[in-house]
Every structure is written in C-alpha cells, then in structure tokens.
C-alpha cells in the first residue's frame, strides 16, 4: 500500500493576461487635417476674390442678404393661413396679409408671390426697381458692352445701392480734378460727365438729390459749406440743361467735409459730388 506524502509541492498555474493598450498618436493627425482644410478654404477664399469683379462679388453678396423685400406673417387662428386664405381681399391687420378693402382690380389685388404690388411700379419701391438700378450700374462700368464713354472718365464715377437709392458718386482724382481748386468753375471732364449721366438717368423717372462734399481743405476765409453747396447746385443746373426735368429734382445740399468717403481726413476722394436716385417720389422731400 502506498504511503501519501503530504509534503509533495503543491504547482500554481498563473496565466498572464497581456491588455492591449490604446491607441496613441493619432489626434495630432486629426488636428493636422483640419489645419490644411482651414488653410485649403482660406487660399481657396483669397483666389476668389482676386479672380471675381467688383460686380461679381456685389453679385453673391446680393445672393446671402437679398434686398427684395420679405414679408412675415404672425398671428393667431387654425390653418396654414393664421386665419385666412390665400385669396382674401380684406385688411387683416392681425397677421399681416391681404390686400386692399376695396373691389378687387388689376391695380390692387393680392400680390401673394412677392409682396409687391403693381402700383409699386411707379413709385420705385424696392423689389422693382432693383432691376433698373442694376441695369444702370452696368452703364456705368460698361457691362452692358453698349458704353461708349472712355475708360478715363468711369474712373471718376463710383456707383452702389442703398436704402435710399442709387448713389452715382462722382470724385476727383489726384491728378485729375473735376473743378478747380477751391471754387466751383468745373473741369471739362466734369461737363462730360454730367451730361453722360443725365443721359442715363432718364432711362427712369425717379426723384433726384445731390449732394455736394468736400475734404478737409483751407479756403483762406472761404466756407467749404458753401463751397460744396454751389457745386452741388452747378451739377443741378448742368443736369437740367442736359435734360432732366427740373421737377425730378428733390433735394441739393452741401456737406463740406461732414460725410467722408474715406476715413482719411483729407483724402481726395472726399471731394465728389453725389447723384441720387431716389426709390420713391416722397423720398427725400
């Protein structure tokens, strides 16, 4: 019979367990990516406006903050409408909608799609009258490829749209001034070109306002109000004679060196004299 031996040595299998560690060193390729995105869309940015027109560019801004005019609607009720329909001829002051209180007729009936009615037409609002201001822009800087004024003179003439109208600006250039220095006796580019503009403004029929500007110059007693007042009001009377209507004629002033072009105290493109076509009849009265 075989004798147990207690003392035999007792064997403990440990197993090794290996964790596999985590991934490391690959954020700084993620962050490393991103940069040469960034830097793709910023070189990407500064060909593009180097390779666009002004009048492009205006284009894509126009694109991204439309001017024609967006009405909301608000107010209470069941129904798509708040209320209403699609159809309705009665004021709704509530929700915004509707048209006129009265028969309905070519003139005043539910303009649904733009919010802007025919009569509109006449009186220069927004939406309709953007084409127009456009097209004149284009003469301006010979888009049109009709323009036979020469390249010299579109240098002297500056044009953008604003809530009021369409601004024709026309400034001096350094060495081509449009009047004699310090008085209001113009230069024969500047009777070119207000005969040039008369031209193309009476392709509408809109009111006008010009207004004088100076920059920060010394008249030896003289008033740069005054000054910048009568050269508007010879830019009036050359327009006039050139055709357009007197009546169309809304406001002339003089701002001496109150509203800078440039920011720049007396830059030479502060002394300019600016045309503007004004969206309404009312305005500028």
Known sequence: ??????????????????????????????????????????????????????????GLADYFSPTIPIFKISGGGDGAFGGGNAFSQEMMMQNGTG????????????????????????????????????????????????????????????????????????????????????????????LLLLDMIADVIGIVSNNIAILGHTDEVGLDGGDTFILSTERAHFSRQRLVSAGVSNSRIARVAGYADRSPSQPEAGVIRNRRIEIILLRSARAGR
């Open 1 to 58: 019979m075989a004798v147990k031996n207690d003392k035999a040595p007792i064997i403990i299998k440990r197993k090794k367990v290996i964790k596999a560690s985590g991934h490391h060193g690959g954020a700084w390729k993620i962050a490393y990516a991103d940069f040469v995105t960034a830097m793709m869309a910023f070189f990407l940015l500064m060909w593009l406006l180097n390779a666009t027109t002004e009048s492009q560019r205006k």
């Open 99 to 190: 048209a006129a209180d009265v028969r309905p007729s070519d003139s005043n009936k539910t303009d649904s799609d733009t919010g802007v009615a025919p009569s509109d037409i006449g009186g220069g609002e927004v939406g309709v009258l953007e084409p127009k201001f456009t097209d004149i822009e284009n003469m301006f800087r010979g888009d049109s490829g009709e323009s036979t004024v020469a390249d010299d003179l579109l240098k002297h003439v500056n044009t953008r749209i604003t809530d009021e109208g369409l601004i024709i600006e026309v400034f001096d250039l350094p060495s081509s001034p449009l009047f004699i220095l310090n008085t209001n006796e113009p230069s024969d580019k500047m």
